[in-house]
């Protein structure tokens, strides 16, 4: 009798089940959720997933390997994917585990070898990780220092982290050799990149957490001479200087943001020639051109003048003799083109 009850139920529930495009919707036992699952065309299980009584994805998600093991694992809460990410290889060891939040978004998360050796971390404000990320993390009251791997086993970084805060992180390259460093300073974070040398080829500044169109900091270039290329600072999302340099240490263009009580801030751009000698003279407002805009050749005499209204727009074209720096002509620019002026030695009178 007993097994023909059982019997009973097991038909009594094959005939619950439902079957759409590869798909088996239906419960396991009375007491257990109601779980879909997908096969592939040799029967075996691809992916099985726990339902609500309103159809949608709720507990349990899994997807397997043709050999049965589990290829991911994940959690749902009323259709939206919610709590520990598992990843595994074929062979069932763990390759990656991840925390999702309601919104979607990855807090925490660590990718392993096979022996257990780290590939990458990245830590949350709280250990996620079922505790993995506790000391690695530095939420056990001293920083976590984790050595990262490539999947041959080479060391490509070095991090220390301190209550999910990355305070440091060395890179290397294949032969070992340092290629970036990145440390906290105080409320900023400081990043170099260095040549194969050693010299470094650049370093910058940015407050952290700070977007970037409110950037407070600074940028800098190398040579792999060691000579400095570029150099430029921001603050509260304004560049204040920009300044370049040519290969043998002579300037090469410098753009300083001059403040002014009685109207915007006006940026001052000067370039020179590599021989040293001034080649281009203006400002901008705003990335506007405004004002007088010099021109000079080699020699740093002036060639050309164009000066330009509030707007940016050119109102006034002179050519200038090289030799005696007298004007040698004069244009009057509107809105039907060039317009001759009559020449005049005297710049001011214009």
Same mark, same amino acid.
């Given at each position: 009798m007993v097994k023909l009850l059982q019997g009973l139920w097991l038909v009594a529930q094959l005939l619950l089940l439902v079957v759409l495009d590869g798909f088996v919707v239906g419960p396991t036992r009375a007491d257990e959720p109601q779980v879909r699952r997908q096969f592939d065309g040799a029967g075996r299980v691809l992916r099985d997933q726990q339902l609500d009584d309103q159809g949608r994805p709720h507990g349990l998600m899994r997807e397997f390997y043709?050999?049965?093991?589990? *290829?991911?694992?994940?959690?749902?809460?009323? &259709? %939206? *994917?919610? @709590?520990?990410? *598992?990843?595994? %290889?074929?062979?069932?060891?763990?390759?990656?585990? =991840?925390?999702?939040?309601?919104?979607?978004?990855?807090?925490?998360?660590?990718?392993?070898?096979?022996?257990?050796?780290?590939?990458?971390?990245? $830590? &949350?404000?709280?250990?996620?990780?079922?505790?993995?990320?506790?000391?690695? $993390?530095?939420?056990?009251?001293?920083?976590?220092?984790?050595?990262?791997?490539?999947?041959?086993?080479?060391?490509? =970084?070095?991090?220390?982290?301190?209550? @999910?805060?990355l305070l440091r992180r060395e890179e290397f390259d294949r032969q070992g050799r340092l290629t970036g460093l990145q440390r906290r300073n105080g409320d900023h974070d400081i990043r170099v990149r260095y040549f194969s040398n050693g010299q470094p080829r650049s370093e910058s500044s940015s407050r952290v957490g700070q977007p970037e169109d409110r950037r407070d900091g600074y940028e800098r270039e190398w040579a792999q001479t060691g000579q400095l290329l570029r150099?430029?600072?921001?603050?509260?999302?304004?560049?204040?200087?920009?300044?370049?340099?040519?290969?043998?240490?002579?300037?090469?263009?410098?753009?300083?943001?001059?403040?002014?009580?009685?109207?915007?801030?006006?940026?001052?751009?000067e370039q020179y020639w590599n021989s040293g000698r001034l080649r281009y003279r203006g400002a901008q407002i705003d990335g506007i051109s405004v004002g007088s805009h010099e021109r000079f050749d080699e020699e740093g005499r002036l060639l050309l003048e164009v000066r330009m209204d509030g707007n940016g727009m050119p109102v006034l074209r002179l050519e200038y003799d090289p030799h005696t720096g007298e004007v040698r002509k004069a244009e009057r620019i509107g809105p039907n083109g060039l317009a001759p002026l009559p020449v005049r030695p005297e710049r001011d009178v214009f």
């Open positions: 043709p050999n049965g093991v589990v *290829r991911y694992q994940t959690q749902y809460v009323e &259709g %939206r *994917r919610e @709590g520990l990410e *598992r990843y595994f %290889r074929e062979d069932a060891s763990l390759s990656r585990l =991840a925390y999702v939040d309601a919104q979607g978004r990855e807090l925490a998360s660590v990718a392993l070898l096979a022996d257990g050796r780290l590939t990458s971390l990245h $830590c &949350g404000d709280r250990p996620w990780l079922e505790g993995r990320d506790t000391s690695w $993390c530095g939420f056990d009251g001293k920083p976590g220092e984790v050595t990262l791997h490539d999947e041959s086993g080479r060391v490509t =970084a070095r991090e220390t982290w301190l209550r @999910g805060a150099e430029t600072f921001w603050e509260n999302g304004r560049l204040l200087s920009d300044s370049q340099w040519y290969l043998n240490g002579r300037l090469k263009e410098r753009r300083i943001l001059q403040e002014s009580a009685e109207g915007p801030a006006l940026m001052k751009i």
